[in-house]
């Protein structure tokens, strides 16, 4: 009877969200039907064309790559992408993550300055409260610590960074995925 409730929401959830025909089985379903309710009848983040949780804000949608999963379904994220926002499979975004491409002129704070867009890699975990700034790039298999500032890039992967501003902490072991 589970599996037929789960089949039945995982319906429900394409129906919101068509494009997540082509997204893993893993997907949340009930945050998801909760975002879908909230970003198609309530119009908060109605531009997003994926789930997004409605404490998030994402700016420039069109401009992020994303993987497998849906970055800004964690509460109370910040992505502004309009310098762009690659991310790979299987990359993990926790709760208050700031991703932010695209920074202010300091000579004058009404101009932006265009810059590399911010690369992320694949099975990569990106903690709470973590700040991603513009162009960093990030490798595979790159866990960041919760409240890290990353303000330049960290391409070779399977390392675990932080600290303000971040900085590598260890090297890890490749990724290593489950097997169901």
Request: hydrophobic share 40%; aromatic share 6%; proline share 8%.
């Amino acid at each position: 009877m589970k599996k037929i409730i789960k089949i039945i929401l995982q319906r429900l959830c394409v129906l919101v969200f068509p494009e997540l025909k082509t997204t893993p089985e893993n997907i949340p379903v009930l945050t998801t039907l909760k975002c879908g309710v909230i970003q198609k009848i309530f119009r908060i983040n109605a531009h997003v064309p994926w789930p997004v949780h409605w404490t998030s804000q994402i700016r420039e949608p069109s401009k992020i790559k994303r993987g497998t999963r849906f970055p800004g379904l964690s509460l109370n994220c910040y992505i502004d992408a309009r310098n762009g926002i690659l991310i790979g499979k299987n990359t993990w975004i926790g709760p208050r993550v700031s991703l932010i491409s695209m920074n202010h002129d300091i000579e004058n704070f009404n101009n932006y300055i265009k810059t590399t867009p911010i690369i992320i890699g694949a099975n990569c975990w990106i903690a709470a409260n973590a700040t991603l700034l513009p162009g960093v790039e990030l490798g595979d298999h790159t866990v960041v610590a919760a409240g890290a500032v990353v303000n330049k890039s960290f391409p070779s992967g399977n390392q675990i960074i932080g600290g303000v501003p971040a900085k590598v902490i260890q090297a890890i072991n490749p990724y290593a995925p489950s097997e169901k």
